[in-house]
């Protein structure tokens, strides 16, 4: 699983060591990595007894303490991971993936919890939900943020909010959509590189998420749901004539009604496309792609239809149809000059946080806390997310220690044994090798 105690807690300790100094107190520096260790060590549960159990029996008090009680800021050891994700994987091929994970509770104390949708099982149950952002370039992964979403049963009840130790701040009602901008602002805030965010059709049917998005110059591609409206590239704003006497329009009106995202594909051309190799061969499906104005500008009276919303931004409307029957539709700012092959390759990476939501639950216990309080659930999930960025460190510098000692074997043959004819190069690509069964199988696939 993680090699001898010395090839991986030593190394550990090394790259902790920023972490480290974020935490002041000598205890905590002590309990930090005690914790970290225990989430990658071997042991069924992850949660703080069977942990110290296994690790530091004499230290369960103290590594309690460290997680659900203590009064330590959680943010400077955030910043750390945002540096440290960035050096692994940042860049402006990157890509910023917004999703949610529910992690499914008994009982109504822990915070959070309440009867919700919940994604990993398709369908309502009682859990708690974490907004998610995985940065991710060539199809790794690094989690850099969990925020828990709190529902209205728990942001009216005050007391509620109180005993479960939630901080004033946090406190409002706020929509996943609201949480996930706040914390994009953090990535930027810290120099994270990344070139496009990408998320489902839960964010991606909220046009002031969107609209977030653009405000803040990101390039985007998100899910939308069928229904959503949108209107052709070409439609104009126009007076609108009346037939009846009185005071004449002040507003433009569109000359065409939006229709709904399906219904705009029906003619559109369809073409099989690949995006990339997965475990069983060339992952592909049938896309099309036209230009749009999206339908989430100013509320306007158009005609005798009612409230309609006036055209907004141009875009690309997507349509995927898979090999399942399922068919799915995206919106994306991406440039009007991507071909199709792009559009659907940067639409589908976003298949990275999925792997990663269940390499952090099945491999590190992210949901494994049995505490109750905001701040234990938040510094649970932030060690979680230390280790697993600590892991993935460890898979790409055994890739980059790969490529060069392949480099040197073909150098070293090269000069031993000219060839007598030139060939054609081809590029190596070696299997990553991580310290978890699950990673390997993800750099195999990738």
């Not at 946090?170 to 996930?180: G, N, Q, S, V, W």
């Not at 059709?201 to 939308?224: E, M």
């Not at 600590?390 to 510098?397: A, E, K, S, V, W």
């Amino acid at each position: 699983m993680v090699g001898t105690t010395s090839d991986w807690e030593d190394e550990l300790g090394s790259w902790l060591k920023p972490f480290l100094d974020c935490l002041g107190h000598k205890a905590r520096r002590r309990m930090c990595p005690l914790y970290v260790s225990g989430l990658i060590g071997p042991g069924d549960r992850k949660s703080i007894q069977p942990m110290a159990a296994r690790l530091a029996p004499g230290d369960y008090d103290r590594l309690h303490h460290f997680i659900a009680d203590g009064v330590w800021d959680a943010a400077p050891l955030e910043r750390e991971l945002l540096i440290q994700a960035d050096r692994l994987v940042g860049d402006k091929d990157a890509v910023l993936v917004i999703d949610d994970t529910a992690m499914p509770k008994k009982g109504d104390r822990s915070v959070g919890v309440a009867p919700q949708y919940a994604s990993t099982l398709g369908k309502m149950a009682n859990c708690q939900t974490l907004v998610s952002l995985t940065l991710a370039c060539r199809e790794v992964p690094v989690m850099v943020a969990l925020r828990l979403f709190l529902p209205e049963s728990w942001t009216s009840d005050p007391a509620r909010l109180k005993r479960a130790d939630v901080p004033v701040e946090d406190r409002a009602a706020r929509t996943k959509p609201e949480i996930a901008l706040a914390e994009i602002d953090r990535v930027i805030a810290a120099g994270v590189r990344f070139g496009c965010v990408l998320a489902d059709a839960g964010y991606g049917l909220s046009a002031p998420f969107r609209q977030g998005l653009t405000a803040r110059k990101l390039a985007w591609a998100v899910g939308i749901p069928r229904h959503l409206k949108v209107y052709p590239v070409d439609v104009q704003l126009i007076w609108p004539v009346t037939k009846v006497r009185g005071r004449p329009r002040k507003r433009h009106v569109p000359d065409i009604l939006s229709i709904a995202a399906e219904d705009m594909l029906v003619s559109a051309k369809w073409k099989t496309v690949s995006w990339r190799s997965g475990t069983k061969g060339r992952l592909k499906a049938r896309f099309a792609a036209v230009r749009v104005r999206t339908a989430d500008g100013p509320p306007q009276r158009i005609w005798d239809k009612g409230q309609q919303h006036l055209p907004g931004d141009e875009a690309w409307l997507i349509g995927e149809h898979r090999g399942s029957g399922e068919k799915k539709y995206y919106l994306a700012n991406l440039p009007a000059e991507m071909d199709l092959r792009g559009l659907a390759a940067t639409i589908k990476a976003r298949w990275v946080c999925e792997q990663a939501h269940q390499q952090l639950k099945e491999e590190l216990g992210l949901d494994h806390f049995e505490g109750r309080s905001w701040h234990g659930l938040h510094r649970h999930a932030l060690m979680t997310m230390i280790a697993y960025a600590f892991l993935q460190h460890r898979r790409l510098t055994k890739v980059r220690r790969e490529k060069k000692n392949q480099r040197a074997a073909a150098s070293t043959h090269a000069t031993s044994h000219p060839p007598r004819h030139r060939r054609s190069h081809h590029s190596i690509k070696p299997s990553a090798v991580s310290v978890l069964p699950s990673l390997d199988r993800q750099a195999k696939a990738a």
